[in-house]
């Protein structure tokens, strides 16, 4: 007599319980604390918006550190130029992104940000700090064309590592930069997509503790 689908599926359970745990819901963190140095992080898969040169996205040790970051270290000056890094294999509706960055240099741009919703390098959210500019700013590119729809003055010093926050729940978007809410805005233009990171022009920048909480 063969095993019914619902008495194999019963006996999966027994032999196996920790497989059948797993959440997927589950915040996920990248430290790249696993990740070769030299080599671009396995998880991500990389673009970029607008003209330049590609961004150069490595796994690096930390200036003046022991742990590892991920780096994007191109500084083309283009100044319409955005590398995006996006996390693989994974698609989000309501989601909280958290990482922190460290601004190291730039003359054009000194910007970091998260990238949410994101279909392809023209159309996805962003909201950025510039620490050459002072201010954050949350924006859709939609078609390859980026236009901000709401901007907010702060301090965001160089060569300082900052915590950049961002929490979508339908199309009600709301950003805090090192714990201050500072963006609190709504849009229509995506429902879905990738998430991950962005710096802008010859913009060097580290992140790490990149934190996805669907």
Known sequence: MHPTPRTIALLISLIAPSALAVDPAEPRMFTFENDRIGAPPASFEFARTGGGAEG?????????????????????????????????????HDVTLTVRARPLAGVVDQGFGLVWRYRNADNYYITRCNALED????????NGSRRPFQNHSVRVAGNVWHTLKMEARGNHFVVWFDDQKVLDARDDSFQSGQVGLWTKADSVIEFNDFTIAP
Request: with cysteine; aromatic share 12%.
């Open 135 to 142: 201010n954050c700013t949350i924006y859709h590119v939609i």
């Open 56 to 92: 150069k996205w490595t796994v690096e040790l930390e200036r003046g550190g022991k742990n590892h970051v991920l780096l994007q270290s191109s500084a083309d000056k283009t100044d319409y130029r955005f590398p995006v890094a996006v996390v693989k294999n994974a698609s989000f």
